[in-house]
């Protein structure tokens, strides 16, 4: 794409804009096809709304979509004015110079293209062209109206003014506007929805004030369109119809409800078994022990399914032993294979890896370690898998039965943000730019299908990159913050804006991976936080548990963690929930209140499921500002009752925290225990 398209304003005057080039036909009964200067739009009508798409396919692109549209009968009107398409709920008025459309849903205007004017034309933004860089579209944008989704972004959950790349990328944190899960989906409070099928990269702006700040300008870069507008009455149906189009999560089992336990990383089994069995004798609840990648793997050779043979000669008495103590046990890995490793001859020779277009060869991917820093020791040239080969794809998933076998739980499956480069060319014939989004859906989907299959206790999966579809392979951790409090906070907007863009299930790293300062406060303030998030992970680099930040913290910690698996009956009724709405069990309160516009603005605070308001506390001192929608709720800290539709500010001890429970509603809790396989049958109900 071109650098100077999205860094300043693009010459509208030079872009040609779509106009009708030959009167507009029914090329079935259910499609219709409006020649342009740059070929056919085909126009078509389901119960997920409007489609445009240059194909007169359904371009089943690489899985994403998992519900089948199913096509209207179309009537097709035409005048000297306009052209009007009508089929079940929608109508459909196109406009010649330039081609432009109302879309209206049982007679109400539901979007349009942009109406951003111009002394000398009625459109000043082209509303369909292509360029150089691919599919321009734009569309409009009430005067006050917020746009929200568009995957995990750590900045404002309203993108509104904001310029958003649906673009993965090892982010390296959680401080721009750099993510590492994308997917081009956005929707308004008012009710319409956009959601571009494609694998590239999608540029918006979004009310972007540079281009305009009365109009969403989305750049597909692509040579091809396919995009969705539908309209819905509540932010929830817009979320559900999202994921019947894209896929619902599947319902996670319940031990990754408990805690998991992390760093980078346990040096060897000596200090694995020391920490396993530190958090027994100290009555810790937890279910899950990593491994991360340094802590099983040579990096010098990975990845290639293989024990470090000087650490791990013989792993099954370290799992067993493990496994007594009552633990489920994640390890590590990433899409790639080292060319010191004998698995990198065989791949290429196989044709398992991603190809470089000069050479024909296997690509050698060559690591920049420069933004690193210390943080990763140097790390070999790999080549990369090729998820597209069905007999790459078959090799990895079968590649990861001995572990399955062995007694290992769950995968934490890193990277796959590495296909940048136009000379990387897969098996399908895509480049690595076109590829680059959708790799992380297979790779995600590849090491879940392995889960499926070989896992004894239930499939579950940790991704860090994601893509359109990646919400069907749960779940997704938000990847390496700053440890400190922003780091904090962007990582809850990271969680929301991900919630709020069809991907339910998220974790993220408690008291932050990088830059450890050893802040116990924060680190009591970000595992309290995360009680409320679908799961909790303990991890950064250096030691996350709880003592290991001091007595004061350690009480406060475990104290959270108590709760935590008190409330896991509660959470896995909104887990389930999630699976069958689409709908996050962290709802932003633009989500869970979209009639209350003052509710939208506090972005920090959240919905976990239907009944629990939560506040967390982001800044030192234990202050804690807030808004309560509409009723009466009850403190879960001190059974105080709040009058809703008020803003409140408190100061918090350490130990306590803001969480509200609407009144009338009662929360199931089970008992204390230790870990998920102990009898969790007995509830209580809070407010009793």
Partial sequence: MSENFCVNEPDWNAIEPADISAPAFLEAPERVAVPTQFGPLYFSISQFGLRIQ??????????????????EALQLTTTDENITVTGGDYRLELFSAPLH?????????????????????????????????????????????????????????????????????????????????????????????????????????????????????????????????????????SVRTYSE???????????????????????????????????????????????????????????????????????????????????????????????????????????????????????RYEWDL????????????SGILDFTNPDAFAFWRESHKPLFDLGIDMIKAD?????????????????????????????????????????KTG????????????????????????????????????SLSWGMSGGPFFATDIGGFYKDTRDAELYVRWAQASVFSAHMRLHGIGPREPWSYGDDAAKAV??????????????????KQASQTGL???????????????????????????DLLVVPCVVPGGKVKFYLPEGQWTSMHSNEEYQGQQYYEETLALEDMAVFIRKGKQIPLGPEVMHTDMDMSSLTYWPK
């Fill in 101 to 237: 459309f109302k879309l209206y849903k049982q007679g109400t205007l539901v979007q349009q293209s942009a109406t951003d004017g111009h002394f000398v034309r009625q459109h000043r933004l082209p509303p369909f062209a292509k360029t150089a860089d691919g599919w321009l579209i734009c569309l409009e944008l009430g005067y006050d109206e917020g746009v929200y989704g568009l995957g995990e972004k750590w900045g404002k959950l309203d993108k509104r003014g904001q310029l958003i790349r649906s673009f993965n990328h090892d982010a390296l944190g959680v401080n721009a506007e750099k993510s590492y899960k994308n997917t081009p989906y956005a929707w308004s409070p008012e009710g319409w929805n956009l959601f571009v099928h494609t694998p590239a990269p999608v540029t918006h702006g979004v009310g972007y004030a540079l281009w305009s700040q009365r109009a969403y300008v989305c750049l597909v870069e692509d040579s091809e369109l396919d995009v969705f507008i539908y309209h819905c009455e509540s932010p929830a149906q």
């Fill in 54 to 71: 240059t194909t007169n396919d359904e371009q089943a692109v690489y899985g994403m979509l998992s519900g089948t549209p199913v096509n």
């Fill in 558 to 575: 475990f104290a959270a963690l108590k709760l935590r698996y008190q409330l896991i009956p509660y959470l896995k009724e909104t887990a």
């Fill in 245 to 363: 189009l894209t896929g619902f999560a599947p319902t996670p089992p319940t031990w990754s409800l408990g805690v998991i336990l992390s760093k980078a990383y346990y040096k060897d089994a000596e200090e694995l078994l020391a920490v396993a069995r530190e958090v027994r004798d100290k009555n810790m609840p937890c279910d899950v022990i990593t491994l991360d990648g340094r802590a099983w793997q040579d990096t010098d050779t990975r990845f290639a399914f293989e024990w470090d043979p000087t650490r791990y000669a013989d792993p099954k008495p370290v799992i067993d032993q493990l496994k007594e103590l009552g633990f489920k046990i994640c390890v590590w890995e990433y899409p790639m294979i080292s060319v010191k490793n004998p698995l990198f001859k065989r791949a290429a020779e196989n044709g398992w890896l991603i190809k470089d277009k000069r050479t024909g060869e296997a690509y």
């Fill in 459 to 494: 499939p579950f999966l940790f991704s860090r990159s994601a893509w359109t579809g990646s919400q069907r392979y749960p779940s997704q951790w938000g990847g390496d913050p700053q440890a400190d409090w922003q780091g904090l906070a962007a990582s809850i907007r990271g």
């Fill in 415 to 455: 990277f796959g943000e590495q296909l940048e480069d136009d000379n990387m060319l897969s098996y399908s014939g895509d480049s690595g730019i076109r590829l680059h989004n959708v790799y992380s859906m297979l790779y995600n989907r590849c090491v879940y299908e392995a889960a499926e299959k070989y896992c």
């Fill in 370 to 381: 420069s933004p690193f820093g210390e943080v990763l020791t140097p790390l070999p040239d």
């Fill in 584 to 610: 996050p069990v962290q709802r932003a309160m633009a989500l869970a209140f979209p009639g209350d516009p003052l509710a939208r603005q506090f972005e920090q605070q959240f919905m976990c499921g239907d």
